[in-house]
């Protein structure tokens, strides 16, 4: 079994709606991570969490919000989606040693 | 504002020959240095880390670190075309800071 997953793997949503990204992992880390990559963006930070109490906005938070149910699990939120928010999605958590795991991705497109 | 540079190529090179990708960082206080591979679609996968000055060896893979001159390299021997991706450099300086990405370098290897 993958040591971080996510879900769904593919959506699209319409203009507006609300929508909720999760992920879990299985690694036992307190880090886990949101980023989003567009082409030619290359990978930015969303929101950031260092353990289950500990929450942190990234480089491009605004129209995001997460939580962080449990050290296993952290969920990205976007409120009310825009066309602008279509993109591919990665949680990462991470190790003691400041390596980061990825995901397989969520790729988000709305309409 | 800390920032990772990589030529974003493509870097084209024939099967079984060294490819060599490259990387600067503008932030002194950096400790930590990864190389991902990135296929098209899918998430980045760790495949080097190097946390000293000097050579580290895996494989067909060798990363070289340069403090000093800000500067870390990967090398891929006797490329293969599965080689073929994007090859994202990230560093971190440890403590409570994040992970910052350069934006990649595509490699193409051909038969």
């Known amino acids: 079994d993958a040591d971080v997953t996510q879900t769904p793997r593919n959506r699209i949503t319409k203009t507006g709606k609300r929508i909720m990204l999760e992920c879990s992992q299985t690694?036992?880390?307190?880090?886990m991570y949101w980023y989003r990559q567009d082409p030619g963006l290359g990978l930015r930070l969303i929101y950031y969490s260092f353990d289950v109490k500990d929450i942190n906005k990234g480089e491009i938070s605004d129209g995001y919000s997460v939580s962080r149910q449990a050290q296993a699990k952290f969920s990205l939120s976007l409120e009310s989606a825009i066309p602008n928010q279509t993109a591919l999605y990665f949680c990462?958590?991470?190790?003691?040693?400041?390596?980061?795991?990825f995901g397989p991705g969520t790729r988000l497109t709305v309409t | 504002q800390k920032e990772v540079e990589q030529n974003s190529g493509p870097l084209s090179v024939p099967e079984g020959a060294i490819a060599s990708l490259n990387c600067t960082y503008s932030?002194?206080?950096?400790?930590?240095f990864f190389w991902y591979r990135q296929y098209s679609g899918k998430s980045p996968e760790l495949i080097m880390s190097?946390?000293?000055?000097g050579d580290k060896e895996d494989g067909r893979f060798t990363a070289q670190l340069n403090k000093a001159s800000q500067y870390v390299s990967l090398l891929i021997r006797d490329s293969q075309p599965s080689d073929s991706a994007t090859y994202l450099c990230a560093v971190n300086r440890g403590g409570y800071s994040t992970l910052t990405f350069g934006k990649g370098t595509m490699l193409l290897v051909s038969p």
């Open positions: 932030d002194r206080g950096s400790q930590s």
């Open positions: 190097i946390y000293s000055n």
């Open positions: 690694k036992g880390h307190d880090r």
């Open positions: 990462a958590t991470e190790g003691q040693n400041y390596e980061q795991y």
